[in-house]
């Protein structure tokens, strides 16, 4: 039986602060995490990567940067500027690689072949708001490969609901899985759900994602694991920034 911790977002949030103040950067992690998202996808074509503020941009511009170095093709569409520490230098380092970076506008996906989603971390709750919302339903109408990072932006990383989404074909989850993402409600927004370890330890364990047959009988705070979730972690908890 393969199991995988599913946690609370103030858990996660709480994780991920300890690790930074005791064993890792924050630096090191956002470039752990862009490299997840990097080794979960087969990348080609136009790659345009949606970028809000916040870690969950930060995690899109350090993306830029693998792609980049990898000699991809990709742009940057922005919906905020505003950056934490980390993810400024990480923007600033898509920019000395001379990736394309534009501030979103409609039609800003139109020539996609993948897009990726970085607009709005699991702390997300209500409503989508202008521009965001009009972003959202341009990817969901886009033809293009839809990548997820962390979570689908519009969604609850707790509960899962969403008045609006994005619908991707992968997303891909920074170091846990959250409540929100194995509710009944998230299946109607992702295809394919995947893990990144990152080295983020984690603060209390909480609930179990089980591998289960029919008709097993599930201890208290064992959640079954939905058909989309892969049961194993990319794992890229000792990548260290290059030199």
Not at 155 to 181: C, F, H, P, W
Not at 193 to 198: D, E
Request: glycine share 10%; with cysteine; aromatic share 6%.
């Amino acid at each position: 039986m393969k199991t995988l911790d599913c946690i609370s977002v103030e858990n996660m949030r709480e994780s991920d602060r300890m690790t930074i103040e005791k064993y890792v950067s924050g630096r090191t992690l956002m470039y752990r995490a862009a490299m997840g998202v990097f080794r979960a996808v087969n990348w080609h074509g136009e790659i345009v990567i949606a970028v809000g503020g916040g870690n969950n941009g930060g995690d899109g511009y350090a993306l830029a940067c693998i792609l980049k170095r990898n000699n991809y093709t990709c742009r940057i569409v922005k919906l905020s500027e505003k950056l934490t520490d980390d993810s400024g230098f990480y923007a600033k380092w898509a920019e000395s690689l001379g990736v394309p970076c534009e501030a979103y506008a409609s039609g800003a996906f139109a020539d996609a072949d993948i897009i990726v989603d970085c607009l709005l971390g699991t702390g997300f709750q209500g409503t989508l708001r202008e521009p965001w919302l009009s972003a959202v339903q341009e990817i969901n109408s886009s033809k293009a490969e839809v990548v997820s990072v962390d979570i689908n932006s519009g969604m609850n990383g707790d509960t899962g609901e969403a008045e609006t989404a994005v619908q991707s074909d992968i997303t891909v989850t920074i170091g846990y899985v959250k409540r929100g993402l194995v509710s009944a409600n998230a299946a109607r927004y992702m295809k394919k759900l995947v893990v990144a370890n990152i080295g983020i330890v984690l603060a209390k364990a909480e609930d179990k994602i089980v591998t289960v047959v029919a008709d097993t009988q599930l201890d208290d705070g064992c959640i079954p694991a939905p058909d989309y979730l892969t049961m194993e972690p990319i794992d890229v908890s000792l990548e260290e920034l290059p030199n």
